[in-house]
């Protein structure tokens, strides 16, 4: 497949009648949550095509997680004016919610389009230096957002998708638990096939590996710190802990690499003079081999071992997930990272696709480029024009 660098005629026909226009909430911020405190301040510029617009507006909403409500109502009311759609709105939680939209009355389509509309903290506004988008979102997962809006957009516009082809799916929550995922599932949908936007760098993924989480909380007994012997130090007691999980050897396969381990958080203690009663730390498995339960017996065992009084307390556990690569055209990776794909239910093709490197995603240079963006577009076009012949 040929990806054209640049956006499809039709979609300046299909938008020329209402130019794309930011509304106030898009050109002043909106005030600040204390997890959105901005690293850099934002450069104003003049967005040149409907894509780049739609993005650059998309990322100037902050939607950490928990706090989405001001881009679902951005996307409602975009999606609703410009392409004529109609729109669906599920409570996940208090002013949260997932954003569904379709064209005509049936909500039953073939194929959906989805991504998250969350992102990890702190805000940093966009900004643009010649052909870097940056800002919290470029990449992770708002590039994928705005172009798959504009992929549709352009099919449509050319009579290629019809009233029961293609829906969008928009969620909360995918950085923290996937419970806007999750709650796709009580609304009785199937699909034949689902494309999921998260940076592949326009490679299409083959799989991506499994998860598995836990923490490990350490009691000890507190004291004055100059009197060391008569407390127990619940802080040594999780480093001893932890250092028994430097030494273990986890599975790996050809696939998906090796099985990763990282200690994501720690904390414990009340001040420096005092004995630390308790301490925890959060940590992340990348499961590419194995089973999680396998995974979670060998944790138990070392730590245990090391550590008989410490307790242990696991989340989640996925296995390794593959998916659906059978489109040509596209080069094929396998990614680390995990995905809302396991989260909804259901038997229908699962694609894994969009702009960006997830190298630089949850960092303060996040970024992404004006060609992959134009990119993209073009590639979920392809997706889904071949995902309806079949």
């Known amino acids: 497949m040929k990806l054209l660098n640049g956006v499809n005629p039709c979609l300046l026909l299909l938008l020329a009648p209402s130019p794309f226009k930011f509304s106030a909430a898009t050109q002043a911020l909106p005030p600040q949550h204390p997890l959105q405190d901005p690293l850099q301040d934002p450069l104003s510029i003049s967005s040149s095509t409907p894509l780049l617009a739609l993005h650059e507006s998309l990322v100037n909403h902050p939607s950490t997680t928990g706090l989405e409500a001001n881009i679902t109502t951005f996307l409602q009311t975009h999606l609703e004016s410009h392409l004529n759609l109609t729109v669906h709105t599920q409570p996940v939680a208090p002013n949260r919610q997932n954003l569904l939209a379709y064209l005509g009355t049936s909500r039953t389509t073939r194929l959906l389009l989805t991504s998250h509309i969350d992102t990890v903290p702190p805000y940093i506004p966009y900004s643009r230096h010649g052909n870097a988008l940056h800002g919290r979102g470029t990449v992770d997962a708002k590039g994928s957002v705005a172009a798959q809006i504009l992929a549709f957009s352009s099919l449509l516009a ?42 592949t760098e326009l490679k299409l993924a083959r799989g991506h590996k499994g998860g598995l989480g836990f923490t490990i909380t350490a009691k000890g007994r507190a004291g004055h710190s100059g009197y060391p012997e008569l407390g127990t130090n619940a802080i040594d007691v999780l480093v001893r802990a932890l250092y028994a999980l430097q030494g273990l050897k986890l599975p790996s396969s050809k696939t998906y690499g090796n099985t990763t381990l990282t200690v994501g958080k720690i904390s414990g203690g009340v001040a420096a003079n005092v004995i ?61 990272y995990g995905t809302d794909i396991p989260r909804l239910k259901g038997d229908h093709k699962k694609y894994l696709y969009g702009p960006g490197s997830i190298l630089v995603a949850h960092s303060d240079h996040e970024h992404l480029t004006v060609a992959d963006l134009e990119a993209a577009v073009e590639g979920y076009k392809t997706l889904i024009l071949e995902s309806l012949k079949r």
């Open 276 to 336: 630390p009663e308790s301490a925890f730390a959060t940590v992340s498995v990348r499961v590419a081999a194995g089973t999680p339960e396998g995974i979670q017996e060998l944790i138990e065992r070392a730590v245990l071992a090391a550590e008989p009084g410490v307790e242990l307390s696991f989340s989640y556990g996925i296995g390794p997930i593959p998916l659906d690569y059978d489109i040509e055209g596209f080069e094929t990776t396998v990614v680390s």
């Open 158 to 199: 050319s009579g290629a998708i019809h009233e029961g082809d293609v829906a969008l799916l928009y969620v909360v929550g995918e950085e923290t638990g996937g419970a806007g995922m999750g709650a796709v599932n009580d609304l009785g949908l199937s699909w034949e096939a689902v494309i999921f936007g998260e940076p």
